[in-house]
């Protein structure tokens, strides 16, 4: 409950001015609401025990003295002096607040939502606005009562459109009523919201992504590209919304716009001198060159161009030197690559095989077994590659049981 601490304070002070007991003779309550109001939670508490143990059942007391224990967070304590407080005067709003305030601070949405709902009927025109409308929404959502959390969502948007927990709020819970079509159209309003965060949108919908399968995409697949567009129509300086449009561009495999996208992110990356995402856009460039377009010479020019913003670049290392590998060419260089990227990430199966292979290649392979053994410790065995260079290093040693068992590992991943 977003500021409800800080004007549940400003109550306290208003209500030190204004006693909430008949005896107004009361020095000792006085004193004690006095050294609360001053935030001396600790000093005011033992006076409130003290007029506690007098009177147990004075409304004002218990409150004051839960309000010392819920400030101290020694909130079994705070409930129990706040509930007396709220029995004995249940059409005290402030103890209303209170207790709401105290199921906050235990986290507790739905309890806390129950208060806060109290607290709009019992005074609508003090307590109905879109955040307690959204609390008590955000409750009910919490409590699996989605139509009635619907209606206040609805109540909070009707007084503020653009009011983005509530926005949230409907639009999550429309998700998980499987109401498409409503949810769609909630989250293309929240996109729009000005004062929602980029990343928040991005984050949004990059999640939303990855929580999705194959037959939903299929079905929804244009809609939530379109919110993609929108959001880099909206925010093209952030890079979070570019990198998911990448990401939309692979699923539909057009390769051209994978192409035209990693330019966008690399010449923002330019822009901002962030030569990391700099080197991961063109990594990824020349990946696309290589594998589908075949295009080694453009490939190998985006690689170096990687290198040259983040020389530690794995991936680039990787996939430079294995690619050179395959074409039998510039194999020292390769190897050289090679050997960083295991330098770096000594564990990575991937990056042991392309070291061990090279040095297969460069007809040593004494040298490479010990990295293809260490490669089988760490998810080797599960690639069907991997394992088929193992066993040529195996046979090149003379270890030809061994490479045999091998060989038909790889046989059998690639069934």
């Known amino acids: 409950m977003s500021g409800m601490r800080k004007l549940f304070l400003y109550a306290v002070l208003c209500l030190a001015c204004c006693s909430l007991r008949a005896q107004t003779d009361d020095d000792l309550f006085l004193t004690a609401v006095a050294v609360y109001s001053e935030g001396h939670f600790a000093q005011a508490k033992p006076l409130f025990e003290q007029l506690h143990r007098q009177d147990p059942a004075d409304d004002a007391v218990n409150y004051y003295l839960g309000l010392c224990e819920l400030s101290l967070h020694e909130l079994d304590a705070a409930e129990e002096h706040l509930s007396g407080a709220f029995r ?74 653009e009011y983005a927990p509530a926005q949230f709020g409907k639009t999550e819970l429309l998700r998980r009523m499987a109401n498409f079509p409503a949810f769609f159209s909630a989250l293309e309003e929240l996109v729009r919201n000005e004062s929602v965060r980029p990343g928040v949108k991005s984050n949004y919908l990059t999640v939303l992504m990855d929580n999705i399968d194959s037959p939903f995409y299929w079905i929804w697949g244009d809609t939530i590209n379109r919110l993609v567009d929108l959001d880099r129509e909206l925010h093209p300086e952030d890079y979070d919304i570019q990198l998911l449009k990448l990401r939309m561009c692979y699923i539909k495999q057009d390769w051209e716009a994978v192409l035209a996208q990693c330019g966008v992110m690399a010449d923002m990356a330019r822009e901002q001198g962030d030569n990391g995402r700099l080197a991961e856009a063109l990594s990824i460039a020349g990946d696309v060159y290589y594998q589908q377009f075949g295009d080694r010479k453009k490939a190998y020019e985006t690689y170096e161009q990687a290198l040259q913003a983040d020389p530690d670049r794995t991936s680039v290392l990787n996939n430079y030197a294995y690619y050179l590998s395959l074409e039998g060419r510039q194999l020292r260089k390769a190897l050289k690559m090679s050997r960083r990227t295991i330098e770096l990430e000594p564990d ?68």
Do not use: C, I
Request: hydrophobic letters at 40%.
């Open 88 to 161: 004995a005067d249940s059409t005290n709003t402030w103890y209303v607040y209170a207790l709401a305030t105290l199921h906050d601070a235990r986290h507790d949405q739905v309890r806390a939502g129950e208060y806060v709902e109290r607290l709009v009927k019992m005074a609508p025109s003090l307590y109905s606005n879109p955040n307690t409308l959204s609390v008590v929404a955000d409750a009910k959502a919490a409590a699996r009562q989605d139509s009635v959390a619907l209606a206040y969502y609805n109540q909070a948007l009707l007084l503020d459109p």
């Open 348 to 415: 990575n199966a991937t990056y042991l095989d392309t070291y061990g292979w090279l040095l297969y290649l460069l007809r040593r392979p004494k040298e490479a077994k010990p990295y293809f053994k260490h490669a089988m410790l760490y998810g080797g065995k599960d690639s069907a590659v991997v394992l088929e260079h193992y066993s040529k290093v195996l046979e090149a040693l003379g270890e030809q049981d061994l490479a045999t068992y091998y060989k038909n590992l790889s046989e059998q991943k690639k069934k």
